[in-house]
């Protein structure tokens, strides 16, 4: 008989997709040969994410493994949205039928399909085809507490959250302020809180939920999701924590300019700004990281990327004559490095010289973080980068706090930069010491759960079970 295939429908970001194809590939070592992997492709919307999916899909076609990518047909895009989420949700809700002709075109049995969080309208492709059906989530089991308890906050609370009297109770986390929830949910006339809601009634439908966290690093939700304290009491679908899910490459040969540059400096001195795919910095805002730096009287590594191009809608490679101010760069050659392009992230997170990390708080930036023991300064920007930046400091304790003005697109002042900066790095601060010793603990906890016998291997080899059963169930 074939072997059964677990079938992988991502969206095209990279912080989505490559997070995904991991932990495939981690489903399919644990499966020892029983499992194969089918991933289906969208045609990404525009032809710079066509471009970066293309390379993802190359790099995994060499890699060897039984991996098979198949591309569905191009959808054309919805024109009239508002807001990321309401884009995304309807993009792959368009797929419907392609997803379903692909499945039921495949010649080998289907163990399971795991979809991304934003994809929950295809949960009634998988009923009609009586495939199980798994939710991959990137974020946070934190932000996936949120999802849960949405519908019965929707209810609760009948102003706008930030109009709320008191703090949001999200079981298992302290108290949330409203001014740290995510992005879509500030504005309930929008397309995307109704599709934060939609995906929160629809997570209860799913097999199970596949979340990128380890047991130990959100003990506390993971056991009131457990429990139903999220859902009125309701058994949640069954939650598999199988990460954190770093994909770890070998470093560049010959080594990137960026880490050359850290090699000549001392051991835990650079604090290193970078703010995901995509953070970007108006001048106005550039100016301000510069004097906070400048005046911090740190070492720096600062990834600083200009605003975004109309046509790609990511950030362009920044102009630093013209984003900077003058005489910057001169007056900060000893100490700084300014990088106008992508950089490696996890190279540099993985240097000794690195001390900190200012980040926008997307979820895999702080895993990464995280797996390599670096305390951070978060600077949300958007999605659920708030909410992030909330538990970092208050839950998990990893962070140092920093004001940022939701109310001015996120701006931060210099005064403030150079405040967070020197609590994180300065040797005789007591809450940058704290963020320090809780990233170290945190670093073993997240390497001990991936390994044999850890909290993270033990719930993908329960998943691996799961899914081979329902494979048997499938191909009678």
Same mark, same amino acid.
């Given at each position: 008989?074939?072997?059964?295939?677990?079938?992988?429908?991502?969206?095209?970001?990279?912080?989505?997709?490559?997070?995904?194809?991991e932990a495939g590939k981690r489903l399919l070592a644990h499966s020892g040969g029983a499992l194969s992997l089918t991933v289906l492709v969208m045609q990404a919307p525009t032809e710079s994410y066509r471009s970066d999916v293309a390379a993802h899909v190359r790099r995994e076609e060499a890699s060897g493994l039984d991996?098979?990518?198949?591309?569905?047909?191009?959808?054309?895009?919805?024109?009239?949205?508002?807001?990321?989420?309401?884009?995304?949700?309807?993009?792959?809700?368009?797929?419907?039928?392609?997803?379903?002709?692909?499945?039921?075109?495949?010649?080998?049995?289907?163990?399971?399909?795991?979809?991304?969080?934003?994809?929950?309208?295809?949960?009634?492709?998988?009923?009609?085809?009586?495939?199980?059906? =798994?939710?991959?989530?990137?974020?946070?089991?934190?932000?996936?507490?949120?999802?849960?308890?949405?519908?019965?906050?929707?209810?609760?609370?009948?102003?706008?959250?930030?109009?709320?009297?008191?703090?949001?109770?999200?079981?298992?986390?302290?108290?949330?302020?409203?001014?740290?929830?995510?992005?879509?949910?500030?504005?309930?006339?929008?397309?995307?809180?109704?599709?934060?809601? =939609?995906?929160?009634?629809?997570?209860?439908?799913?097999?199970?939920?596949?979340?990128?966290?380890?047991?130990?690093?959100?003990?506390?939700?993971?056991?009131?999701?457990?429990?139903?304290?999220?859902?009125?009491?309701?058994?949640?679908?069954?939650?598999?924590?199988?990460?954190?899910?770093?994909?770890?490459?070998?470093?560049?040969?010959?080594?990137?300019?960026?880490?050359?540059?850290?090699?000549?400096?001392?051991?835990?001195?650079?604090?290193?700004?970078?703010?995901?795919?995509?953070?970007?910095?108006?001048?106005?805002?550039?100016?301000?990281?510069?004097?906070?730096?400048?005046?911090?009287?740190?070492?720096?590594?600062?990834?600083?990327?200009?605003?975004?191009?109309?046509?790609?809608?990511?950030?362009?490679?920044?102009?630093?004559?013209?984003?900077?101010?003058?005489?910057?760069?001169?007056k900060t050659k000893e100490k700084g490095m300014v990088w106008p392009t992508k950089a490696p992230q996890k190279e540099i997170l993985a240097h000794a010289a690195v001390g900190g990390f200012v980040t926008h708080g997307g979820w895999n930036s702080v895993l990464e973080s995280l797996w390599f023991g670096v305390p951070?300064?978060?600077?949300?920007?958007?999605?659920?980068?708030?909410?992030?930046?909330?538990?970092?400091?208050?839950?998990?304790?990893?962070?140092?706090?920093?004001?940022?003005?939701?109310?001015?697109?996120?701006?931060?002042?210099?005064?403030?930069?150079?405040?967070?900066?020197?609590?994180?790095?300065?040797?005789?601060?007591?809450?940058?010491?704290?963020?320090?010793?809780?990233?170290?603990?945190?670093?073993?906890?997240?390497?001990?759960?991936?390994?044999?016998?850890?909290?993270? =291997?033990?719930?993908?080899?329960?998943?691996?079970?799961?899914?081979?059963?329902?494979?048997?169930?499938?191909?009678?």
């Amino acid at each position: 008989m074939a072997t059964p295939t677990v079938v992988l429908l991502s969206v095209w970001g990279v912080g989505h997709l490559m997070s995904m194809l991991e932990a495939g590939k981690r489903l399919l070592a644990h499966s020892g040969g029983a499992l194969s992997l089918t991933v289906l492709v969208m045609q990404a919307p525009t032809e710079s994410y066509r471009s970066d999916v293309a390379a993802h899909v190359r790099r995994e076609e060499a890699s060897g493994l039984d991996i098979r990518f198949r591309h569905l047909p191009a959808v054309e895009p919805p024109t009239e949205y508002v807001g990321g989420e309401d884009f995304i949700s309807r993009f792959v809700e368009l797929h419907a039928a392609h997803v379903k002709a692909a499945i039921s075109g495949l010649t080998c049995p289907v163990a399971a399909l795991v979809i991304d969080f934003f994809g929950t309208t295809l949960l009634d492709v998988s009923r009609e085809l009586a495939v199980p059906c =798994y939710v991959y989530f990137t974020a946070s089991a934190a932000m996936y507490a949120l999802f849960l308890r949405l519908p019965r906050l929707h209810e609760e609370v009948t102003v706008e959250f930030e109009e709320m009297e008191g703090n949001v109770d999200v079981p298992g986390l302290p108290p949330v302020p409203p001014s740290a929830l995510p992005t879509p949910m500030m504005d309930k006339k929008k397309p995307s809180y109704r599709w934060f809601l =939609y995906h929160g009634r629809r997570f209860m439908e799913a097999q199970g939920v596949i979340v990128n966290t380890a047991g130990e690093l959100e003990r506390s939700v993971l056991a009131a999701i457990a429990e139903g304290r999220c859902t009125r009491g309701v058994p949640a679908p069954t939650v598999y924590p199988i990460g954190p899910v770093v994909a770890l490459n070998p470093p560049a040969d010959p080594p990137h300019e960026c880490v050359r540059w850290l090699d000549a400096q001392p051991p835990a001195s650079v604090v290193f700004l970078c703010f995901g795919g995509g953070g970007f910095s108006t001048a106005t805002q550039a100016h301000e990281i510069a004097r906070g730096l400048e005046r911090s009287g740190h070492r720096f590594l600062w990834v600083l990327r200009g605003p975004p191009a109309a046509s790609t809608g990511q950030p362009s490679d920044a102009d630093l004559a013209e984003l900077l101010p003058e005489g910057f760069l001169e007056k900060t050659k000893e100490k700084g490095m300014v990088w106008p392009t992508k950089a490696p992230q996890k190279e540099i997170l993985a240097h000794a010289a690195v001390g900190g990390f200012v980040t926008h708080g997307g979820w895999n930036s702080v895993l990464e973080s995280l797996w390599f023991g670096v305390p951070m300064v978060p600077w949300p920007l958007y999605a659920e980068q708030h909410l992030n930046a909330f538990t970092m400091v208050a839950y998990l304790g990893v962070a140092v706090a920093m004001e940022v003005d939701r109310k001015r697109n996120n701006f931060v002042e210099a005064s403030e930069l150079e405040r967070a900066v020197k609590t994180l790095m300065d040797g005789d601060s007591e809450d940058g010491r704290k963020a320090r010793e809780k990233c170290t603990e945190m670093k073993a906890v997240c390497r001990k759960a991936v390994e044999e016998g850890g909290s993270s =291997y033990a719930a993908l080899c329960r998943l691996s079970e799961e899914m081979r059963k329902g494979a048997v169930r499938a191909s009678k």
